[in-house]
């Protein structure tokens, strides 16, 4: 079975400081999506990036950046300068094919604190 | 686009009453929809599977007689908590599946999720 683990419950950090957020993943598929989504107080889940298996090129967008490895099925999370609004709950997720579509398997989610 | 909207976005009820969460997507059809559940500082847990015309999967240890999922349209799912007791106290959100290019996969699209109180 599929499983994402999300080894770091709480991360406090001062504002302006670079974070990463560790995502380890484990499948049998072959084709699978690696996301990571944003939890705010509100509650509403904010989708952040979706990556395909095939894919192991590193992105970023703007602050933020993501370093994907097969080898070692890792789907890391950064974020540069990392600001008060930044602060929530990170949620990396994994797709896995099911009968009627695929289902995410979500890890058990960072806490992320940025302090002014 | 690939807005998702829940309702209601907050309820409080009765133990023993049943409540009914409504889930639509506004600017695409979903064929499969999602349920999920989340206790305070928890993850996400899938509950269901939601396919439009047809019974919803549920997953293992969901009480598919107390979650009743219906799905009678390709934008909207309901999920009705049954006989509610104070333990069902949870945020549920959906999600509305869309295909994406290849077949290879669904992008799921959440709504803002729907915090249920039971006293």
């Known amino acids: 079975a599929q499983k994402v683990t999300q080894a770091q419950t709480e991360i406090s950090v001062v504002e302006k400081e670079d974070v990463t957020l560790d995502c380890v993943y484990e499948?049998?598929?072959?084709?699978?999506?690696l996301f990571w989504y944003k939890q705010p107080p509100s509650g509403e889940l904010v989708f952040l990036i979706r990556r395909n298996s095939f894919d192991e090129q590193n992105e970023i967008s703007g602050r933020y950046s993501w370093n994907f490895q097969k080898s070692t099925s890792s789907f890391n999370f950064t974020i540069t300068a990392s600001q008060v609004v930044d602060s929530a709950v990170y949620f990396c997720a994994l797709s896995e094919a099911s009968e009627y579509g695929n289902k995410l398997v979500f890890g058990a989610g960072t806490i992320l604190r940025v302090k002014s | 686009g690939a807005v998702v909207s829940q309702h209601p976005s907050w309820v409080i009820c009765k133990s023993g009453t049943s409540v009914k969460i409504e889930c639509r997507s506004l600017d695409f059809q979903a064929t499969t929809m999602f349920w999920y559940r989340q206790f305070p500082k928890q993850s996400l847990m899938l509950m269901a599977t939601s396919n439009e015309g047809s019974k919803a999967t549920y997953e293992q240890g969901v009480e598919k007689d107390k979650f009743l999922i219906n799905h009678a349209s390709l934008t909207l799912s309901t999920l009705t908590v049954t006989s509610a007791h104070p333990e069902d106290s949870s945020f549920y959100i959906c999600?509305?599946?869309?295909?994406?290019?290849?077949?290879?996969?669904?992008?799921?699209?959440f709504g803002p999720g729907t915090r249920l109180t039971v006293t």
């Open positions: 999600s509305a599946g869309r295909g994406l290019a290849g077949g290879l996969a669904y992008e799921q699209y």
């Open positions: 499948t049998r598929d072959t084709t699978y999506y």
